[in-house]
């Protein structure tokens, strides 16, 4: 279970406030309970020209002077973020699971993609020849090339997401659930899309503890549009993206539109 951001703006600008400096950025939600920490890594993708990735394999709040370095740099339209508590359907061992190639944002030529919630049964997707693109160990990476195969096969994002909730659903257990969540957030073609889809909440939002665990949040302006997994502030113009529910944003004419869908809950 991890934490995630996205923001895509209308001109270059920069997201330390809600990485670095709210009450509750992203880095002050990673230990912000401390019995249920955002300790297994974390990664950073901005568009600087072309699209720039760092990754570390250690947990942010044990490096935070190199999380806000490269914050720091970050002068961008685009920017995604994720702190990762990590799954493990597989059952790996440590140092298998905590692999440099398992932290995420995972990259492909087309996407950029970070996701919060587990895959219960990886082994079992079925990803065709995508799955030999497959690199590490995460069940999140199987979701990223799930979400890939879909959307080359099927014309929109609302339907490609709809065939990868019906593979997910094939891959799990008579008696079990395919997944906790598929709560993501990913750029394709100069749009950014967020989506909200758990089963349960198992707690309550780590930092303000106002809101369930899964509920995301999005905070919409004219230039900017900023997805969180919860809240960096108490302001009350912070929406609630709701279960089900695909948010897509893009820019137009100097500004950022959007748009929400809701999709069918099996």
Known sequence: MCRLFGMLSAKPCRPSNYLCTEKCSLLKQSNAAPSKPQADGWGIAYHDGGMRVFKSANAVFNEPETFRKIVREIDSTFVLAHLRRASNPRKLPKDRLMAIENIQPFVSQDLVFAHNGTVNRPNAVDLGDYRSQVAG?????????????????????????????????????????????????????????????????????????????????????????????????????????ENGELLTARVESGKVIFEIQSLPIR
Not at 171 to 198: Q, W
Not at 213 to 239: H, I, Q, T
Request: charged share 30%.
């Open 137 to 241: 160990d995460n069940d999140s990476e199987v979701l990223f090339w799930l979400l890939e195969k879909c959307l080359a096969e099927e014309s929109n994002v609302k339907d490609a997401i709809i065939s990868m909730e019906r593979a997910l659903d094939k891959s799990a257990a008579k008696d079990g659930k395919p997944f906790t969540a598929v709560n993501m957030i990913f750029h394709r073609d100069n749009e950014l899309h967020a989506y909200c889809r758990y089963q349960s909440h198992p707690r309550k939002s780590l930092c303000l503890g106002d809101r369930g665990y899964y509920a995301m949040c999005f905070m919409p302006a004219m230039e900017r549009l900023v997805v969180m997994s919860e809240p960096p502030n108490p302001d009350k113009g912070w929406r609630t993206l």
